[in-house]
């Protein structure tokens, strides 16, 4: 009998009842009448018959031809159920029999049938996996792929689609696997709204159909990004790293009016002609013309002013992320310190890397402003400062068996507010010599203020073993005598003095501020103590025999050169502001309310009074503002109240009764 299927087994040609049972008599006519059973099974030629006879026969040769007709018969019967349940039975009772081989087939095949019939792609996997070598295997495996494609072609799995991309490279389904894969992709990087996901789709799709809404997407949300920063800097970059973008228009015209802005502050044409250039149809364009008009007829006042106004303002920015990155690679620890200093007033996302390059150096002073700098960064700029520091977070993460990065991994969990991350990554970094201290100090600082008891003893326990060897090593170090010589040498222990005094003393501060718990504390405050009164009268009697050496060595005189250079510049712009409301500066407004907007100290309030020397329009208008601003009015709440009653006395009836009453509410405000 032919099998259902094509592909099954072919059984010989003519009848194999009546050839086999020829075969049999022929046998026993040979044995002679000694097997007159036999002769009696194979005249009535059924299963029970040779199974009586070998039942009363096992032994002999008339029993090895009974087996061989009774396996036979039963294998002519498994075909003819052709099924599995069949070709089990018979494979159970003749698993070595001449046809067992063929029954395995036969099996196979129709297991292969009812995978077929089942659909889908697990039943087809179980042939192949029953019998690997079969050909139902191999038959398998070509509609395998077929039913694979089906399941996957409907499939919300990216990793699903991958997978069989790299099971069937050559499959029949790959291009319509490939596109359900390209659409999925870029509808999840699409719908997240950030740049990240939508570059990582076209890296993965290099060819992929959605490319070009990839890039327009991308270019909207840079551009989206650029206007929501508000800085004409990043505006600017987005135009020249976009050029003729979808977008162009939309930024021209925001960066347009920030720059009339900027032009009204800084009483600069500069900004308004660029302006002008930019969005020359723009409604920011007509006030820009307007202000090159009014600056290029100022004459000296104007000059005045302008130069008044760059004063109160100061520098619009610190050194650029190349100059501070050179700075950092002073062999004076004072320059990298400053430098890290100076990063954290950084805007540029480029000083994110700065702060966390430098907090791996093992200075430990150098981790105390740099994870400082990083926190600070995040507070005043979440978004864009979170995102680059993340990414920190994930490169170092596959780093932490290097102590430096054990560091950078404990500043950026800190600025991110992992502190249980940060405390762990401190504490490893204890058992390297190099950071030891640096992860010792700022294990005991977040120990001060997050930890039981129980963990602040033991962070300062792991301090003091780690503090104890720098302190005597740097105690050695310094010299009795100072020559011209021993100069350079003698600053480096005088810098490292310095820093490990400084950050003990800030670690005994923290600890010894009042806790709501009013817990006890730490144990080896006094140690700690003692440590820090030993290396600061040994940096107080180095820094005593530098200055026999050079009077003009950097901080001989104790003040730190960053902290000198801001206070110039504090009274500078304080210096600005006065002389600002003496004139009566009317084009001056717009800085002195950013100022008294931004500054919460006697900056902010002298920007204040300048406004109500003022008086006029805008000035009042100005105050008003700064009186519905609560942070302002906090900071600043008499001067503010005095500045309103000042500027009310001239004022039109209308708005005088404003001032008077934002000044009265401040009164009462408690």
Known sequence: MTPRNAGGYEPPQGNPTIMQTGIIVAALALAGCGATGLQRAATRDTEDAYRAFLSANPEGEAAADARERLTALAFQRARRGDDIASYNRFLAEFPEGDHADQARELRALARLRRAIEQGGA???????????????????????????????????????????????????????????????????????????????????????????????AIDRLEADLAIASGAPEDMERFLRDHPGSASDDRVRAVLAEGLVVRAEMMLDERYARRAVALAPESPAAEN????????????????????????????????????????????????????????????????????????????????????????????????????????WLTDLRGRSSNPEDLLRLGAVNEALDDIDAAATAYRRAIDHQATAVAGAVHLALIAVDNAPTSERDEAFRMLIE????????????????????????????????????????????????????????????????RLAQAVDSAAGRLLARLRVVDEDIESADGADPLARAAAERRDRRLRAAERLGEMRATRAVAALLDVASRDEDELGREAIRALGRISGNDAREALLSLARNDQVARAHRSVLVTALRTVASGAPAEIRRALLDAAAALEVTP
């Open 122 to 216: 697990a039943p087809l996997r179980q042939v192949i996996d029953g019998d690997p070598d079969s050909r139902a295997a191999r038959e398998a495996r070509q509609h395998l792929e077929r039913a694979e494609a089906a399941e996957v072609v409907t499939s919300d799995e990216p990793a699903r689609l991958r997978a069989y991309l790299l099971a069937f490279p050559q499959g029949e389904e790959r291009t319509r696997v490939e596109r359900r894969l390209d659409d999925m992709e870029f509808s999840s990087a699409s719908s997240a709204g950030e740049v990240s996901p939508l570059r990582s789709y076209l890296q993965a799709h290099p060819r992929g159909m959605h490319r070009a809404e990839a890039l327009d």
């Open 466 to 529: 780690a503090a104890r060897p720098r302190a005597e090593e740097l105690l050695d170090l310094a010299p009795d005598d100072v020559d011209i010589d021993r100069r350079d040498s003698s600053v480096v222990v005088l810098r490292g003095l310095e820093a490990l005094g400084r950050l003990l003393e800030t670690v005994i501060e923290r600890a010894s501020a009042p806790t709501p718990e009013g817990a006890d504390a730490p144990a080896g405050m006094d140690e700690i103590g």
């Open 288 to 391: 820009a013309s307007r202000l090159v008009s009014m600056y290029e007829r100022g004459g000296k006042r104007l000059a005045l002013e302008r130069d008044l106004v760059a004063d109160l303002l100061g520098p619009m920015e610190v050194r650029d992320a190349d100059a501070l990155r050179g700075v950092l690679e002073s062999h004076d620890p004072l320059d990298a310190w400053n430098a890290v200093r100076e990063a954290a007033l950084s805007s540029d996302p480029a000083t994110i890397d700065i702060l966390v390059r430098a907090a791996g150096m093992g200075d430990p002073l150098l981790l105390f402003y740099a994870r400082a700098a990083l926190s600070s960064r995040v507070a005043a700029d979440g978004g864009a400062t979170r995102g680059r520091i993340e990414q």
